[in-house]
């Protein structure tokens, strides 16, 4: 190539540069267009999701109407009635022993129904994640059969069994067992029991997710050297489906705290939860402020739930790579 044809270097830095400056304006253009697109999604959210959050956080620190509602007036009784009660003789303060009751006995039978739901989901997923692939849909198929039906109906299906002329009482009677039926509906066990049936799905889905990927080749290694099924299960099978068991006890701790059906139907009126809680205050109990800092508090909750179960996916994802 001659002198005379060469092209300076400068006179080819613009040409150069031209195909960056266009890629640039491109993807700040798709940036701009993807903000547009999304913005009414957004505005649907923040409307029907946080909108209604903001709103109980509004009504938590106003004063209760005279006949339900609430009047605009700064206060903070909502929030001390959570855990407190004031006399309406003398105006001192006290623990509200009822409130902390329905707290601990929600508290307490959501972790009942999350581990009975774990003791029977898991050997389900389990029996599910070994039969062969082409059975497997059909063993799903009956698991999601519950979902098709109503949560009241399922609800009375339970009271149908439990109750003193139920089922149950009426084999353990005609085999001469008992001779008086044994009160089991509106107690405690009837609402854990009934939770426990309408949530066990929720704990055998991501259980089974977690095992289909599992390698059960690794099972038959541990076998191999001699280890126990117990020992088995514990170092093998529990860390490395963690993630799914968290997820399935984290999906029904959740909906069974702030369950409000199964404890009102089950639990007869009397064995109230934290929903039942709530709805009263919001109806007969005229103190929406009150039910609103309720609310909150089960929020709060659930979020220390979610927190953990975030933690602990985030730990085992980083343990095994």
């Excluded at 009837?190 to 055998?204: Q, R």
């Excluded at 390698?215 to 280890?227: C, I, N, S």
């Excluded at 117990?230 to 369950?259: Q, T, W």
């Amino acid at each position: 190539m001659s002198a005379g044809s060469q092209i300076p270097a400068d006179s080819a830095a613009p040409a150069g540069k031209a195909p960056g400056m266009q890629a640039e304006a491109a993807r700040r253009a798709d940036v701009r267009r993807n903000i547009l697109l999304t913005t009414p999604a957004l505005i649907v959210l923040f409307f029907a999701a946080s909108g209604p959050l903001l709103i109980m956080l509004v009504y938590s620190f106003l004063r209760p109407g005279d006949y339900g509602g609430v009047q605009w007036t700064f206060a903070t009784d909502g929030w001390a009635s959570v855990f407190l009660q004031r006399d309406i003789f003398d105006d001192t303060l006290s623990v509200a022993d009822a409130h902390l009751s329905i707290f601990w006995r929600s508290v307490k039978l959501s972790i009942l129904t999350t581990f009975t739901a774990l003791v029977l989901g898991f050997p389900t997923a389990y029996f599910i994640a070994t039969r062969p692939v082409e059975s497997r849909n059909l063993w799903l198929f009956l698991i999601t059969i519950p979902f098709w039906t109503n949560l009241l109906i399922r609800t009375f299906a339970i009271m149908e069994v439990i109750r003193n002329q139920g089922l149950i009482n009426n084999i353990l009677t005609g085999l001469g067992l008992i001779d008086e039926p044994i009160q089991m509906l509106f107690t405690d066990f009837a609402i854990m029991l009934g939770m426990t049936y309408v949530y066990l799905p929720l704990m055998v889905l991501p259980i089974y997710a977690s095992m289909e990927k599992f390698d059960f080749r690794l099972v038959e290694a541990g076998y191999d050297l001699y280890a126990t099924r117990l020992r088995v299960l514990r170092r093998i099978i529990l860390p490395l489906v963690k993630p799914g068991v968290v997820a399935g006890s984290i999906l029904v701790f959740i909906p069974s705290l702030g369950a409000y059906v199964t404890p009102r139907v089950l639990g007869g009126g009397k064995n109230m939860m934290l929903g039942n809680l709530i709805s009263l205050q919001f109806g007969q109990g005229r103190n929406w402020p009150l039910g609103a800092a309720l609310s909150l508090t089960l929020l709060l909750i659930v979020m220390v739930a979610l927190l953990y179960y975030v933690r602990s996916v985030g730990k085992a994802e980083s343990h095994h790579g």
